[in-house]
């Protein structure tokens, strides 16, 4: 199994900024894709940013020009800068990642469990 620890979320005033970051852990055969993912109360859950082990990267029109993704292949995680941050960015913030657990072993999605992230004066 993969375990996918979310960490940086917190409260933040309108215009600020958090970074986010997800560390992969387990029995981590490869990673191919991270990203991640939001959801407001009543919301369905949102795609946000995916960057695939090569370092291609893609965002929603939602976020493009506030928010990055950036990883690094060696510690298996990825992080999410979040600039200019408005309130209804408010949500709780999931990690996900696509991986093998062993050669041969077909991908399956994993996910944190989410952190919380407050936008808000």
């Known amino acids: 199994q993969v375990q996918l620890v979310e960490s940086g979320g917190g409260l933040v005033q309108p215009g600020g900024s958090l970074r986010l970051s997800c560390a992969a852990s387990?029995?981590?055969?490869?990673?191919?894709?991270m990203g991640w993912y939001r959801q407001a109360p009543g919301k369905q859950r949102e795609f946000l940013a995916r960057?695939?082990?090569?370092?291609?990267?893609n965002l929603a029109d939602s976020v493009k020009g506030r928010f990055t993704i950036s990883g690094d292949n060696a510690k298996n995680t990825v992080y999410l800068q979040m600039n200019s941050l408005k309130p209804e960015d408010t949500a709780v913030y999931y990690c996900?990642?696509?991986?093998?657990?062993?050669?041969?072993?077909?991908?399956?999605?994993?996910w944190g469990q989410g952190t919380q992230v407050t936008v808000s004066s």
């Open positions: 960057i695939i082990r090569g370092g291609s990267t």
């Open positions: 387990g029995s981590i055969f490869r990673i191919g894709a």
């Open positions: 996900n990642a696509q991986g093998s657990s062993g050669l041969g072993v077909p991908f399956s999605d994993y």
